[in-house]
Protein backbone atom coordinates (compact mmCIF):
# COMPACT_ATOMS: atom_id res chain seq x y z
CA UNK A 1 0.00 0.00 0.00
CA UNK A 2 0.87 3.48 -0.86
CA UNK A 3 0.64 5.41 2.50
CA UNK A 4 1.35 8.91 0.11
CA UNK A 5 -1.72 8.26 -1.42
CA UNK A 6 -5.10 6.61 0.49
CA UNK A 7 -7.18 5.00 -1.25
CA UNK A 8 -10.96 5.24 -1.51
CA UNK A 9 -11.66 2.16 -3.05
CA UNK A 10 -13.89 0.02 -0.72
CA UNK A 11 -14.95 -3.51 -0.45
CA UNK A 12 -18.00 -2.22 1.41
CA UNK A 13 -19.69 0.50 -0.46
CA UNK A 14 -21.77 0.98 2.34
CA UNK A 15 -19.53 2.68 4.09
CA UNK A 16 -18.49 5.61 2.33
CA UNK A 17 -22.43 5.47 1.34
CA UNK A 18 -23.86 5.69 4.66
CA UNK A 19 -25.11 9.29 6.16
CA UNK A 20 -27.61 10.29 9.00
CA UNK A 21 -31.15 10.49 7.79
CA UNK A 22 -34.01 12.37 9.55
CA UNK A 23 -36.99 12.45 7.28
CA UNK A 24 -38.90 9.74 6.76
CA UNK A 25 -41.55 8.10 4.64
CA UNK A 26 -44.28 6.30 6.58
CA UNK A 27 -43.71 3.01 4.28
CA UNK A 28 -42.86 0.12 6.92
CA UNK A 29 -40.02 -2.07 7.27
CA UNK A 30 -40.95 -5.47 6.73
CA UNK A 31 -39.77 -7.92 9.66
CA UNK A 32 -37.11 -9.90 7.50
CA UNK A 33 -35.73 -6.93 7.18
CA UNK A 34 -35.53 -5.85 10.92
CA UNK A 35 -34.50 -9.04 11.59
CA UNK A 36 -31.70 -8.59 9.00
CA UNK A 37 -30.42 -5.25 10.84
CA UNK A 38 -30.44 -7.37 14.08
CA UNK A 39 -28.66 -10.13 13.02
CA UNK A 40 -25.79 -7.63 11.52
CA UNK A 41 -25.80 -5.75 14.65
CA UNK A 42 -25.12 -9.13 16.85
CA UNK A 43 -21.86 -9.83 14.34
CA UNK A 44 -20.09 -7.32 15.94
CA UNK A 45 -17.12 -8.30 17.66
CA UNK A 46 -17.37 -7.45 21.51
CA UNK A 47 -14.73 -8.21 24.51
CA UNK A 48 -14.41 -12.04 25.67
CA UNK A 49 -17.36 -12.51 22.94
CA UNK A 50 -19.41 -11.43 25.81
CA UNK A 51 -21.68 -10.37 23.45
CA UNK A 52 -23.24 -7.55 25.76
CA UNK A 53 -25.89 -6.07 23.26
CA UNK A 54 -29.84 -5.99 23.50
CA UNK A 55 -32.15 -4.19 21.54
CA UNK A 56 -35.68 -2.76 22.00
CA UNK A 57 -37.91 -2.28 18.93
CA UNK A 58 -40.13 0.22 18.67
CA UNK A 59 -43.01 0.20 15.78
CA UNK A 60 -45.95 1.42 18.05
CA UNK A 61 -46.93 4.85 17.22
CA UNK A 62 -47.49 6.02 21.08
CA UNK A 63 -44.45 4.30 22.33
CA UNK A 64 -42.38 6.32 19.73
CA UNK A 65 -43.86 9.78 21.06
CA UNK A 66 -43.78 8.90 24.04
CA UNK A 67 -39.82 8.22 23.99
CA UNK A 68 -39.34 11.58 21.81
CA UNK A 69 -40.61 13.33 24.82
CA UNK A 70 -37.18 12.03 26.57
CA UNK A 71 -34.77 13.42 23.40
CA UNK A 72 -32.85 16.57 24.10
CA UNK A 73 -33.33 19.29 22.05
CA UNK A 74 -30.97 20.27 19.54
CA UNK A 75 -29.87 21.78 16.01
CA UNK A 76 -32.49 18.97 13.84
CA UNK A 77 -35.59 19.82 16.81
CA UNK A 78 -36.15 23.07 14.37
CA UNK A 79 -36.96 25.02 17.92
CA UNK A 80 -38.81 22.32 19.31
CA UNK A 81 -38.28 21.23 22.85
CA UNK A 82 -37.51 17.28 21.85
CA UNK A 83 -36.40 15.25 18.57
CA UNK A 84 -39.70 15.48 17.21
CA UNK A 85 -38.86 13.94 13.98
CA UNK A 86 -37.71 10.07 15.07
CA UNK A 87 -41.47 9.23 16.05
CA UNK A 88 -41.81 9.38 12.17
CA UNK A 89 -39.57 6.51 11.57
CA UNK A 90 -41.06 3.31 11.01
CA UNK A 91 -39.33 1.71 13.81
CA UNK A 92 -36.54 2.69 16.44
CA UNK A 93 -34.64 0.53 17.78
CA UNK A 94 -33.06 1.37 21.17
CA UNK A 95 -29.56 -0.34 21.61
CA UNK A 96 -28.70 -1.33 25.43
CA UNK A 97 -25.38 -2.62 26.72
CA UNK A 98 -26.28 -5.06 29.75
CA UNK A 99 -23.38 -4.27 31.88
CA UNK A 100 -23.36 -6.68 33.97
CA UNK A 101 -22.73 -9.38 31.30
CA UNK A 102 -19.11 -7.74 30.48
CA UNK A 103 -18.40 -6.70 34.08
CA UNK A 104 -19.11 -10.24 35.38
CA UNK A 105 -15.86 -11.94 33.06
CA UNK A 106 -13.80 -8.35 33.32
CA UNK A 107 -14.46 -6.44 36.38
CA UNK A 108 -15.28 -2.87 36.49
CA UNK A 109 -13.53 -2.47 33.45
CA UNK A 110 -15.97 -4.06 31.62
CA UNK A 111 -18.60 -1.49 32.08
CA UNK A 112 -16.80 0.62 29.54
CA UNK A 113 -15.98 -2.09 27.26
CA UNK A 114 -19.71 -3.09 27.23
CA UNK A 115 -20.62 0.07 25.60
CA UNK A 116 -17.75 0.15 23.40
CA UNK A 117 -18.80 -3.27 22.17
CA UNK A 118 -22.41 -2.58 21.61
CA UNK A 119 -21.10 1.12 19.86
CA UNK A 120 -19.91 -1.48 17.16
CA UNK A 121 -23.42 -3.43 16.83
CA UNK A 122 -24.88 -0.05 16.46
CA UNK A 123 -22.74 0.56 13.41
CA UNK A 124 -23.21 -2.77 11.94
CA UNK A 125 -26.90 -2.13 12.47
CA UNK A 126 -26.13 1.36 10.46
CA UNK A 127 -24.44 0.16 7.74
CA UNK A 128 -26.80 -2.81 6.74
CA UNK A 129 -29.84 -0.59 7.01
CA UNK A 130 -27.75 1.51 3.99
CA UNK A 131 -27.03 -1.96 2.42
CA UNK A 132 -30.89 -2.67 2.21
CA UNK A 133 -31.70 0.59 0.91
CA UNK A 134 -32.73 1.88 4.59
CA UNK A 135 -31.81 5.17 6.26
CA UNK A 136 -31.18 5.91 9.78
CA UNK A 137 -29.26 8.06 12.36
CA UNK A 138 -27.53 7.44 16.11
CA UNK A 139 -29.33 9.69 18.45
CA UNK A 140 -27.20 9.86 21.72
CA UNK A 141 -29.01 13.44 23.19
CA UNK A 142 -31.53 12.42 25.71
CA UNK A 143 -32.33 11.61 29.52
CA UNK A 144 -31.49 8.09 29.92
CA UNK A 145 -32.87 7.70 33.67
CA UNK A 146 -36.20 8.91 32.33
CA UNK A 147 -35.66 6.56 28.88
CA UNK A 148 -35.19 3.43 31.13
CA UNK A 149 -38.29 4.20 33.62
CA UNK A 150 -40.47 4.37 30.08
CA UNK A 151 -39.03 1.46 28.94
CA UNK A 152 -38.88 -0.64 32.12
CA UNK A 153 -35.33 -0.83 31.61
CA UNK A 154 -33.02 -2.57 34.63
CA UNK A 155 -30.39 -0.37 36.52
CA UNK A 156 -27.40 -2.88 34.97
CA UNK A 157 -28.73 -2.02 31.34
CA UNK A 158 -27.28 0.96 29.74
CA UNK A 159 -29.06 2.68 26.38
CA UNK A 160 -25.79 3.40 24.29
CA UNK A 161 -28.60 4.80 21.81
CA UNK A 162 -31.59 5.36 20.08
CA UNK A 163 -31.61 4.30 15.88
CA UNK A 164 -34.79 5.74 13.99
CA UNK A 165 -34.68 3.44 10.80
CA UNK A 166 -36.89 3.61 7.50
CA UNK A 167 -37.15 4.53 4.27
CA UNK A 168 -35.97 8.31 3.52
CA UNK A 169 -37.68 11.11 1.46
CA UNK A 170 -34.57 13.29 2.17
CA UNK A 171 -30.93 13.49 -0.24
CA UNK A 172 -28.38 13.95 2.13
CA UNK A 173 -24.67 14.70 1.44
CA UNK A 174 -21.75 12.45 2.78
CA UNK A 175 -20.04 15.18 5.65
CA UNK A 176 -16.70 15.58 5.29
CA UNK A 177 -13.95 13.90 7.08
CA UNK A 178 -10.84 14.91 8.54
CA UNK A 179 -7.99 13.94 6.47
CA UNK A 180 -6.23 10.80 7.24
CA UNK A 181 -2.91 12.38 7.80
CA UNK A 182 -4.38 14.24 10.79
CA UNK A 183 -5.61 11.26 12.51
CA UNK A 184 -3.21 8.82 11.73
CA UNK A 185 0.62 7.90 13.42
CA UNK A 186 3.39 5.70 13.10
CA UNK A 187 4.81 3.29 15.55
CA UNK A 188 4.50 6.08 18.23
CA UNK A 189 1.77 9.36 18.79
CA UNK A 190 2.95 11.96 16.66
CA UNK A 191 4.91 10.86 14.34
CA UNK A 192 3.18 11.04 10.83
CA UNK A 193 1.91 7.93 9.10
CA UNK A 194 1.68 10.32 5.91
CA UNK A 195 3.91 12.63 4.38
Not at 108 to 128: F, K, M, R, Y
Not at 185 to 191: K, L, R
Amino acid sequence: MDRMKPSLNCPIPAIFERVSKRKFTPQPIAPEMIEQLLLAATRAPSSGNMQPWEFIVIDDPGRKQEIVQSTYSGYFSKGKNHQYWIADAAAVIVACANVKRTVARYGPAGAEWALIDTAAAVQNLLLTATALGLSGCWVGGFNEQAMKEKLKIPAYVRIVGLVPIGYSEEEVSPKSRLPLKWVTHHNVYNAPFYD
